[in-house]
Nanobody, 126 residues
Framework: QVQLVESGGGSVQAGGSLRLSCAVSGYIIWRNCMGWFRQAPGKEREGVAAIYSDGSTPFYADSVKGRFTISQDIAKNTMYLQMNSLTPEDTAMYYC???????????????????WGQGAQVTVSS
């Protein structure tokens, strides 16, 4: 059984930082695509970042480039999202996702992921 469990969400003031973690069990993240998505109330889900474990450049949405960093610890089968310079516009439920792709360039914010976590709330106040 595949399980993805997010942690690290919370409330911060604008300009602050948070780090989300996604612990994966029942699925090996090595050589697979991992992604972070977010959804704010009344808005569509947005692909925030994605990473493939071959050293290729991760995908970032324009809205988070330069502020968010995606990474993974293969030994711990865990993915992270370091979020800096947070703004109220970053307030959303954040989800991690996992799936296989045929090549690293297919790992991005539009990838179809079969496995999802339950979400972690991030709230940024002004």
């Amino acid at each position: 059984q595949v399980q993805l469990v997010e942690s690290g969400g919370g409330s911060v003031q604008a300009g602050g930082s948070l780090r989300l973690s996604c612990a994966v069990s029942g699925y090996i993240i090595w050589r697979n695509c991992m992604g972070w998505f977010r959804q704010a109330p009344g808005k569509e889900r947005e692909g925030v970042a994605a990473i493939y474990s071959d050293g290729s450049t991760p995908f970032y949405a324009d809205s988070v480039k330069g502020r968010f960093t995606i990474s993974q610890d293969i030994a711990k089968n865990t993915m992270y999202l370091q979020m800096n310079s947070l703004t109220p516009e970053d307030t959303a439920m954040y989800y991690c996702a996992a799936g296989s792709v045929t090549r690293s360039t297919a790992c991005h914010g539009g990838t179809s992921f079969p496995f999802w976590g339950q979400g972690a709330q991030v709230t940024v106040s002004s």
